[in-house]
Structure formats: C-alpha cells, structure tokens
T-cell receptor
Framework: EPEVTQTPSHQVTQMGQEVILRCVPI?????FYWYRQILGQKVEFLVS????????KSEIFDDQFSVERPDGSNFTLKIRSTKLEDSAMYFC??????????FGNGTRLTVT | QKEVEQNSGPLSVPEGAIASLNCTYS??????FFWYRQYSGKSPELIMS????GDKEDGRFTAQLNKASQYVSLLIRDSQPSDSATYLC????????????FGRGTSLIVHP
C-alpha cells in the first residue's frame, strides 16, 4: 500500500538554526499538508498545499515557516530560525480530492 | 473557530467489551468526519470515515454520525488489548477549505 514517507525521523537542532523537514507524499495525491503535535497536545494544522501553492495556512504558520515542492515528488517544511516552542512532532499528510488524509510517520523535532 | 471536542479519558474497558468513543463538533458546515488511531509516539492512522447520517460498519468498528446534534461516535466491538491507543476525531468541510480539524483524542485502555 502506498504511504507517505518523512525524513528524518528525529532532528535535533539548536535554537536559532534553520531546519528542513522532508516528505514524499503518495504519488497520485494532489493535496499536501503539514500538521504538528506538541507533546501531550492535539494535532494542529499548519499549512495545506495544492497546485504548487499554499491553499490555506493557520495562525501558527508565521513568517518563520515556509513550504516548497522543489522537484515534483518532495514536499518540504522549512523553519528559518527555530525556537524552543517549535519542539514537536511534525506530520506530513497527503490526500486525493475530498478524501481522508494519510499521514507519514512524522519527524520529531527537538530544539535545544 | 472550528472546534472538535472529545473526552480525554482514559476510557478503560475489559477485553471483549464494547468501547464507545464520542466527539462533538462546532462547525455546522462540516461534512466529512474521520476517526484516527494514534499509538504513543506514532502518527495518526485512519480507521474510518463517515459522511452521511447514520451508522457505518467496518469489521469491529462502527462509526455513527448525527449532524443535527453535531455528534460523531465510534464503537469498537470485542475490544482487544491491541486497541489500546488514543482515538482522534476529525471534522472537515467539503469543498474549498478541506482542512480536517482534530480533537484532543480519547485515550482507550483495554485490559485483559
């Protein structure tokens, strides 16, 4: 069964550093998403992406965040200057039109 | 503000019993509803989706939707210890902004 893959599984970075989280969505899906989950809290929407542009973003997705689909298969989330409060699990997801989201295994980001 | 509310639990049931998980949502425009299972430290895994009022059965799982009451539930029959996890309810509007909003999840413990 096709799946969403994310790399790395765990990223440790120092406060103020830039990180790039990578995702390969399911190949025939057209909609891509990033969610995050701070330990013990709910899964929160960050951004959705369709047709090579952001279709919607949440209040969390401020100027320090950006997304890109650099090569037609990868989908990346960049955090320019990480803060301690960015520590969380980051989930990439993809879906077909009006269909359930399929999540990747996540990247655990630890900012020290 | 779109909200999905769930009792955080834990809900503890004996092996073989029926587990009943409930969820309410605030956005009357929500048309699609999902139940995901999340094991500790893992990503959400889709169990069921439901789009119209009534019951939908899939194996040991039954999802129930009542749009008038803005209420979604998940029944797990013949509960097994391997069902012990956090169950996330999510709601999305159809068309346009199809962004699932997640509840905090209900922790289910099935004891032998």
């Amino acid at each position: 069964e096709p799946e969403v893959t994310q790399t790395p599984s765990h990223q440790v970075t120092q406060m103020g550093q830039e990180v790039i989280l990578r995702c390969v969505p399911i190949s025939n899906h057209l909609y891509f998403y990033w969610y995050r989950q701070i330990l013990g809290q709910k899964v929160e929407f960050l951004v959705s992406f369709y047709n090579n542009e952001i279709s919607e973003k949440s209040e969390i997705f401020d100027d320090q965040f950006s997304v890109e689909r650099p090569d037609g298969s990868n989908f990346t989330l960049k955090i320019r200057s990480t803060k301690l409060e960015d520590s969380a699990m980051y989930f990439c997801a993809s879906s077909a039109v009006n269909s359930p989201l399929h999540f990747g295994n996540g990247t655990r980001l630890t900012v020290t | 503000q779109k909200e999905v509310e769930q009792n955080s639990g834990p809900l503890s049931v004996p092996e073989g019993a029926i587990a009943s998980l409930n969820c309410t949502y605030s956005d009357r425009g929500s048309q699609s509803f999902f139940w995901y299972r999340q094991y500790s430290g893992k990503s959400p895994e889709l169990i069921m989706s439901i789009y119209s009022n009534g019951d939908k059965e899939d194996g040991r799982f039954t999802a129930q939707l009542n749009k008038a009451s803005q209420y979604v539930s998940l029944l797990i029959r013949d509960s097994q210890p391997s069902d012990s996890a956090t169950y996330l309810c999510a709601a999305a509007s159809s068309g346009g902004s199809y962004i699932p909003t997640f509840g905090r999840g209900t922790s289910l413990i099935v004891h032998p």
